[in-house]
C-alpha cells in the first residue's frame, strides 16, 4: 500500500479527489467558479518554491492514512472566501473571519477524508492557522506529498495534500 | 419548529442555518450554542423548548458526544428530542459511539441542502 501511494498514479488519483472536494465546497458554499490548474507531485525536500501565499489553513489526518491538508492563498483571497462563506464582510483574518477560513479547509479536508476510506478510518485535527511568509514547513523526510493549484474569480490559492508513503 | 444548533463556530452556526433554509424547512426560529455545556443551558432555560438539535462533535468545554449524553439522561422536557451530529467526524466508530449515546442521524461535512433534507426530513414537521 505504501508503494502504492508514493506512485504517481496514485498521486494523480489524490489530486483528482481532491479537485472533487474542492469543487463540492466551492459549489456548495460559495456559489463561486473554480478551475483546476497544474499538480505538482514532489518529495518535500525537493526544491520547489511554490508562489507565495499568506495564510494557511492545516488539517491533520491520522489513522487510515497519517499526513493532512494545506490550504493555503493570498490573504485578500482568504479574506474574500470566508466572506463568501459566512455570508459577513472581513477586513482582517482574526476572529471569525479566520474561523470561517478554517471551517473552509476543514470542509475540503473532510471531503478528502470521505474519498479517501478505502484506506481505513481517518480522523481529522480541528484547523490550524498559520498566517505570513517568511517560514518554512517541514515534514518528517518519509512523508509524501502534492500540490494541486486552483483559480478562482477572486485569485488562485493551493491545496496541499502530504502523508506518509513509508 | 425552533432548531438548536451546537456548534463552537460562530460561521458554522451560520452555514448551517442557512443549509436549513435553502432545504426549504420551516423554521420559526433558530437557537444558537457555542459548546455541548451552553446547549444545555439553552434547553434547560426558560425558553428552551426546541424540536430539533443539531450539534457538531469536537467542541470545547462539552464535546457533542458528552453533550448528547446529557441530554439523553435529562430532563422529560429535553431527552426525547431528535439529535443529528453535523460534522466532519464520519468514521463508523464515531458514527457507532454517537448512535449508543442517543444520535438520531449524521450530517457529514461538507453537507449540501439535499443531504439535510434527507436526513432531517424525518424530524421536521
Given amino acids: ?29 460559495l456559489d463561486t467558479e473554480v478551475i483546476p490548474g497544474p499538480m505538482i507531485a514532489k518529495k518535500e525536500d525537493d526544491t520547489y518554491r511554490p508562489p507565495e501565499t499568506e495564510v494557511t489553513v492545516i488539517i491533520n489526518f491520522s ?22 462563506f459566512s455570508g459577513e464582510e472581513y477586513d482582517t483574518l482574526l476572529g471569525e473571519a479566520g474561523d470561517g477560513f478554517g471551517e473552509l479547509g476543514n470542509m475540503i479536508a473532510g471531503g478528502l477524508q470521505t474519498r479517501l476510506e ?20 517541514q515534514y518528517k523526510t518519509n512523508f509524501d506529498s502534492i500540490k494541486q493549484y486552483f483559480k478562482c474569480p477572486e485569485g488562485p490559492f493551493y491545496i496541499e495534500f502530504f502523508f506518509w508513503a513509508g | 419548529m425552533r432548531v438548536l444548533i451546537v456548534d463552537d463556530s460562530s460561521v458554522m452556526r451560520k452555514i448551517v442555518a442557512r443549509g436549513l433554509r435553502q432545504a426549504d424547512f420551516q423554521i420559526d426560529e433558530i437557537l444558537e450554542a457555542g459548546n455541548g455545556q451552553e ?6 432555560g426558560p425558553n428552551g423548548k426546541v ?8 467542541m470545547p468545554i462539552m464535546d457533542g458526544l458528552t453533550f448528547i449524553k446529557n441530554v439523553r439522561g435529562g430532563s422529560p422536557d429535553i431527552n426525547k428530542i431528535p439529535i443529528a451530529m453535523v460534522t466532519t467526524e464520519g468514521g463508523e466508530s464515531k458514527v457507532e459511539a454517537a448512535d449508543a449515546a442517543g444520535a438520531n442521524g449524521h450530517i457529514k461535512k461538507p453537507f449540501t441542502p439535499d443531504m439535510l433534507k434527507e436526513v432531517l426530513g424525518k424530524f421536521m414537521k
Fill in chain 1, 1 to 29: 500500500m505504501k508503494e502504492e501511494m508514493a506512485s504517481l498514479t496514485m498521486k494523480k488519483e489524490f489530486a483528482s479527489l481532491i479537485k472533487e472536494a474542492v469543487h463540492d465546497v466551492f459549489l456548495t458554499f
Fill in chain 1, 63 to 84: 489513522g487510515g492514512i497519517n499526513g493532512g491538508v494545506h490550504l493555503a492563498s493570498p490573504l485578500h483571497l482568504s479574506l474574500k472566501l470566508a466572506s463568501l
Fill in chain 1, 118 to 137: 478505502r484506506f481505513g478510518e481517518i480522523n481529522l485535527t480541528p484547523p490550524t492557522i498559520i498566517s505570513g511568509t517568511d517560514y518554512h514547513m
Fill in chain 2, 39 to 44: 446547549g444545555l443551558d439553552v434547553l434547560n
Fill in chain 2, 51 to 58: 424540536d430539533l438539535i443539531l450539534s457538531d462533535w469536537n
